[in-house]
């Protein structure tokens, strides 16, 4: 470029390939440890791509923002070897890895979209996307040939060189300028650890390069942050795949570097060799701009009678449930009256309080939320369902209790409804609703087909490992007999109130714990790997209670996968 110089600093090199925790038991970093490190080593950009999924993406932009450092948004995706429908097992279990980066809205809302459609509908042992979709929702994204198992790789560490260039070719010509050849880092002649089969990749990547025209970008494909994490990760592997250390013929990536590698060391052995494809990765990372909205309140509109708006919708629901909640009017002559004709009937106590509640909820913009709320529960209720009385601050408003979501009088208990929401409140109100759980599911069928299946949700939950269950999985990948793994993770002191002690405090705090740490060796080598794989993610699954309803298609928000 134009007014570059020899000169490589650590700002000019990006790295493009990571995977974090939500690389379900293959990433060992944290997403915020991700950033820190990298922002500590000189850098000014970073780029998130977990194995078929986006589930750490909002976790990462918002810590890369906060550290000042521009976050990348990506996936490395898998592409079936034909369709993502197929599943033959002869033809199927093979697929080939991907790196997916967004470079605008657009391109972000593909992402979604692409790992949307791989779990809906290409799941196969993992998450599929296939040509078809890469051909249809490319725009805005930028590609990387990915590692040894992506196509191009595959058919180079098997010497099919003209199959490798015909994919390749297929790839610019669907992304153009936007696909890149990726030399990793451990297939550089002078890496520590470089590895023979990426060093022939690479020599022909470069061959593929110049023949046609495709530029390259060199990656160190991170699944942890420092060399020193190497063996943890392959603690973290062994959980994954319920292989014990010792065992020879396991999964083992030890052979690899697979570190967040100081772009000192990059630059020291690239600049030589191919300077161009460290420049490459700033010039993508400078072509990556995406900016989330993040905060805002997304509000399904409520379908209203015809002539009505959520406004006076809501008034006429309200005003009649506080005539049949105060009144003891009958349901079937309340529903004949409209509020003028209701409000002189109520005491000044409730009309003032009816008045002063449905005030706040039109300014703050909420009446579609409580029209959606006591729509769910009340269809619940006239089929029998049972729903709580009222929990948490929504039991203070009167409005919640003259539309039956609750079924607790404010006014006589002296509830404030200010607890639950007021004009100086940012995020949005909350009411908790309990369901009978035999017929739960009932309730979450008639949202998603009053509002459209594709916009209603239940959400994810991830199962992290605390102190107790790191010692216990640690435990058994070195084969500690069982008996003493009990008594190690019984030694770990219980949460506080609630909140996880973490294992490193108490290996120096608890006085049982600590001498144990420092007298047994196996306490310590079980502790020490326990410490670093605290906290990371190991499992994930559908939330107890969450639901999600969206005012459009939720894969336009955030993208979906079938829960297992």
């Known amino acids: 470029m134009e007014g570059e110089t020899n000169t490589l600093l650590p700002r000019d090199y990006v790295h493009l390939h990571n995977h974090t925790h939500h690389s379900l038991l293959d990433g060992l970093s944290k997403p915020d440890d991700l950033v820190g490190i990298v922002k500590d080593m000189g850098m000014e950009s970073v780029a998130i791509t977990d194995h078929g999924t986006m589930s750490g993406v909002i976790e990462f932009y918002k810590a890369a923002k906060g550290a000042g450092v521009k976050p990348v948004l990506g996936m490395e995706a898998y592409v079936a070897a034909r369709s993502r429908f197929d599943r033959d097992p002869a033809k199927d279990k093979a697929r080939y890895h991907l790196i997916l980066l967004a470079m605008n809205e657009t391109g972000y809302k593909n992402l979604m979209y692409l790992t949307t459609k791989a779990n809906l509908e290409g799941m196969y042992y993992k998450p599929r996307i296939d040509h078809d979709l890469l051909e249809s929702h490319n725009e805005g994204l930028i590609a990387l040939s990915a590692c040894a198992s992506g196509e191009v790789g595959e058919n180079l560490k098997n010497d099919n060189y003209e199959e490798a260039k015909r994919i390749a070719a297929w790839y610019k010509s669907i992304f153009g300028d936007r696909y890149y050849l990726e030399l990793q880092d451990h297939g550089h002649p002078d890496c520590p650890a470089k590895w023979d089969v990426q060093v022939k990749i690479n020599g022909y990547l470069n061959k593929l390069s110049e023949e046609?025209?495709?530029p390259c970008v060199v990656t160190s494909d991170g699944h942890y942050l420092s060399h020193d994490d190497q063996d943890a990760h392959e603690i973290l592997l062994c959980v994954g795949t319920g292989a014990f250390l010792s065992d020879e013929k396991r999964m083992s990536l030890k052979d690899f570097e697979l570190h967040v590698t100081d772009p000192a060391d990059i630059i020291s052995r690239w600049s030589k060799t191919n300077p161009e494809a460290v420049r490459n990765t700033r010039r993508i990372a400078e072509r990556c701009n995406v900016e989330l909205d993040l905060g805002g309140i997304l509000i399904p509109t409520f379908p209203v009678p015809e002539g009505e708006t959520e406004k006076t919708f809501l008034d006429k629901l309200v005003y009649r449930g506080a005539l049949i909640r105060y009144n003891e009017v009958a349901p079937e002559d309340a529903e004949k009256l409209d509020p003028v004709e209701i409000i002189p009937q109520l005491s000044d106590e409730v009309r003032e309080r009816l008045e002063m509640e449905l005030g706040v909820l039109e300014k703050m913009g909420y009446n579609g939320y409580f029209l959606i709320v006591q729509d769910f529960i009340n269809w619940g209720k006239d089929r029998g369902i049972i729903f709580g009385p009222g929990r948490g601050s929504a039991a203070g408003s009167i409005i919640a209790y003259a539309l039956k979501i609750t079924d607790l009088d404010?006014?006589?208990?002296?509830?404030?409804?200010?607890?639950?929401?007021?004009?100086?409140?940012?995020?949005?109100?909350?009411?908790?609703?309990?369901?009978?759980?035999?017929?739960?599911?009932?309730?979450?069928q008639y949202c998603a087909d009053k509002y459209g299946a594709d916009r209603v949700s239940n959400i994810v939950t991830f199962g992290k490992m605390a102190a107790r269950a790191a010692v216990r999985d640690?435990?058994?990948?070195?084969?500690?007999?069982?008996?003493?793994?009990?008594?190690?993770?019984?030694?770990?002191?219980?949460?506080?109130?609630?909140?996880?002690?973490?294992?490193?405090?108490?290996?120096?705090e608890d006085l049982d714990l600590k001498k144990e740490y420092e007298t047994s060796p196996t306490a310590k080598q079980v502790f020490d790997y326990a410490i670093r794989l605290e906290g990371t993610i190991r499992s994930h699954g559908v939330h107890a209670c969450g639901v999600v309803i969206a005012p459009d298609d939720i894969v336009k928000f955030a993208p979906l996968e079938m829960a297992q």
């Open 410 to 444: 404010p006014l006589t208990y002296g509830l404030l409804f200010e607890r639950f929401l007021n004009p100086d409140r940012i995020s949005m109100p909350d009411i908790d609703v309990d369901i009978q759980d035999t017929r739960r599911d009932e309730v979450i």
């Open 212 to 214: 046609l025209d495709i």
């Open 474 to 508: 640690v435990a058994r990948v070195l084969q500690v007999p069982y008996a003493e793994a009990d008594r190690l993770s019984k030694m770990i002191p219980p949460p506080a109130q609630g909140r996880h002690i973490p294992l490193k405090v108490s290996v120096k």
